[in-house]
């Protein structure tokens, strides 16, 4: 059986993200000031009906301010959009530097694989934060 978590350090498809490795794992680097947006390739969706990703950061002065909005879309970064996320203050939990981000989409049942793009937008052009996406699970119910 195949995982349903991914991670990220086959990524090379990639606008305004950058990537850093920590302790064996590969993070893609949130953009502060644009939209950027990466792509997971050749996705199996079938029976898929929603994802969590996992975002990091190192200390409270990294966490975010105002926020992102998330979107997955399948085929290229102006495809089709199946969902969105929100991350701002309100999900930042104590002194965890960590947050799930939750998209829920109705079931695909096209089974032939496709590449699935994550693509992030600020908020507000005067964010600061420094934000590692470190994983991404899909799911189905």
Do not use: C
């Amino acid at each position: 059986l195949r995982s349903n978590k991914l991670t990220f350090g086959g990524v090379t498809n990639m606008e305004g993200y950058s990537t850093v490795s920590l302790g064996g794992i590969t993070y893609m680097v949130v953009p502060t000031d644009k939209q950027g947006w990466f792509s997971i390739d050749s996705v199996d969706l079938a029976g898929v009906n929603g994802a969590e990703l996992e975002a990091r950061w190192q200390s409270d002065d990294d966490a975010p301010k105002n926020g992102y909005v998330f979107e997955l879309r399948t085929g290229a970064p102006d495809g089709q959009k199946i969902s969105e996320a929100v991350m701002d203050k309100s999900i930042v939990k104590d002194k965890q530097h960590v947050a799930y981000l939750r998209f829920s989409f109705p079931a695909i049942s096209n089974a032939k694989k496709q590449n699935l793009y994550v693509i992030s937008v600020p908020k507000d052009k005067s964010e600061s934060s420094t934000i590692g996406l470190s994983t991404f699970a899909l799911l189905a119910n």
